[in-house]
């Protein structure tokens, strides 16, 4: 049996407390946990949510901490990966697993930050406008105008069976003369 979220967050830097208590808030005890993060399987959109005692300063599009990743099946182009990694450091494409996850202080930065990368994926922003975009909608937020991007996913993620787990170069022959020379040098 798992530790209660409340206790694990007690003894937590105040910046990943307060973020895994909006998540504790919102989805209630987590599927499974440690003395470091906690972690939610299948709830709302999300393939996993991970809260974590370590935190991370990040200065896009404003100083705040990232705390809170997002994990959905996404499979990425492998063209994408570099303009991916220049509009957001906190945007994260795992290739093999099929999975990009975004890593932000909560829920809805997340969501903005993977709608905004479906749209450069998609070819429907650069990433530069992606970026402008974000910014645009960071500081709605806080003027209480409406922010689309930030309430929901607008895309739907794959369903799980989205890794790419590359190309085979060595051989099963290969392999077995490496393995005999080795043994020949022993």
């Given at each position: 049996m798992t530790e209660r979220a409340e206790h694990i967050i007690d003894s937590w830097p105040e910046e990943s407390r307060e973020a895994a208590q909006l998540v504790v808030d919102k989805y209630g005890e987590p599927t499974e946990s440690t003395p470091s993060q906690l972690v939610w399987r299948n709830v709302g959109p999300w393939k996993r949510l991970v809260a974590t005692k370590e935190f991370y300063e990040h200065n896009f599009p404003a100083p705040h901490i990232d705390a809170v990743e997002s994990f959905i099946d996404y499979a990425v182009p492998t063209e994408m990966a570099t303009?991916?990694?220049?509009?957001?450091?906190?945007?994260?494409?795992?290739?093999?697993?099929?999975?990009?996850?975004?890593?932000?202080?909560?829920?809805?930065?997340?969501?903005?930050?993977?709608?905004?990368?479906?749209?450069?994926?998609?070819g429907k922003k650069s990433v530069d406008e992606a970026r402008d975009y974000y910014a645009k909608e960071f500081l709605d937020f806080r003027r209480g105008k409406p922010t689309p991007y930030m309430e929901k996913l607008r895309f739907t993620p794959g369903n799980g069976a989205s890794g790419a787990p590359d190309e085979r170069v060595i051989s099963e022959s290969d392999i077995e003369e490496a393995k005999a020379e080795g043994s020949a040098k022993a």
């Open positions: 303009p991916l990694a220049k509009y957001d450091g906190s945007v994260v494409v795992e290739r093999t697993a099929g999975e990009v996850s975004a890593r932000c202080h909560d829920e809805e930065a997340n969501n903005l930050a993977l709608n905004l990368m479906h749209d450069i994926v998609q």
